[in-house]
């Protein structure tokens, strides 16, 4: 079956920019969480979506933000982009939330 | 809040060793265990879990071992290839949310 989907791959975005990542899970999955992988911090948790509704956030501002839509596939969107966005941006599919999560590739933000 | 730790930030070991990479993690209420391991431009990929009720789990050539007691949890691979090399994490959840160790940079010389 087809693994978690995001697109685009890479995207280079000027500071105060905005941009808009999407995330396609595995058939039947219904939980979306985002991740931020960065070297210094590595992998922090964003945001998870169940059925539409966002279950479970993490500790970053407010210009972060997402949604899922009716079909389970999520958007994440960050707002007045900072280099400090830089990173790779990662989305997890799981059947629950509770366990089984495959992740996607990933896309690879740069921040100039 | 929840932390994940790994005691080394890098192994090297001979091909067809067994390696063996270590996990700390701090919430007690952790209830379910995640390896991944994650090669260069790639999302991480799953290697194997284990639940709180469990202290052992074997896959292929893998086996994760959980100690409950002291919060620690280690990933054995046997006879190391170098297709074994990578970064692995380690995950615990807290409800839906994943939190991941640092990352072993696992090199395995021919």
């Known amino acids: 079956k087809a693994g978690v989907t995001q697109t685009p791959r890479y995207l280079i975005k000027t500071r105060g920019q905005q941009v808009t990542l999407s995330c396609s899970p595995i058939?039947?999955?219904?939980?979306v969480s985002w991740y931020q992988q960065t070297p210094g911090q590595g992998l922090q948790f964003l945001f998870e979506y169940f059925s539409e509704t966002q279950r479970n956030k993490g500790n970053f501002p407010g210009r972060f933000s997402g949604r899922q839509f009716s079909n389970s596939r999520s958007e994440m969107n960050v707002s007045t982009l900072e280099l400090g966005d830089s990173a790779l941006y990662l989305c997890?599919?799981?059947?629950?939330?509770?366990?089984?999560?495959?992740f996607g590739s990933g896309t690879r933000l740069t921040v100039v | 809040g929840e932390s994940v730790g790994l005691h080394l930030p890098t192994l090297s070991v001979q091909e067809g060793d067994n390696s063996i990479i270590n996990c700390a993690y701090s919430n007690s209420a952790s209830d379910y265990f995640i390896w991944y391991k994650q090669e260069s431009g790639k999302g991480p990929q799953f290697i194997i879990d284990i639940r709180s009720n469990m202290d052992k789990r074997q896959g292929q050539r893998v086996t994760v071992l959980l100690n409950k007691t002291v919060k620690h949890l280690s990933l054995q691979i046997a006879a190391t290839q170098p297709g074994d090399s990578a970064v692995y994490f380690c995950?615990?959840?807290?409800?839906?949310?994943?939190?991941f160790g640092e990352g072993t940079q696992l090199t395995v010389n021919p």
């Open positions: 995950a615990a959840t807290s409800g839906s949310r994943l939190t």
């Open positions: 058939s039947g999955h219904r939980s």
């Open positions: 997890a599919s799981s059947p629950t939330g509770l366990y089984g999560y495959t």
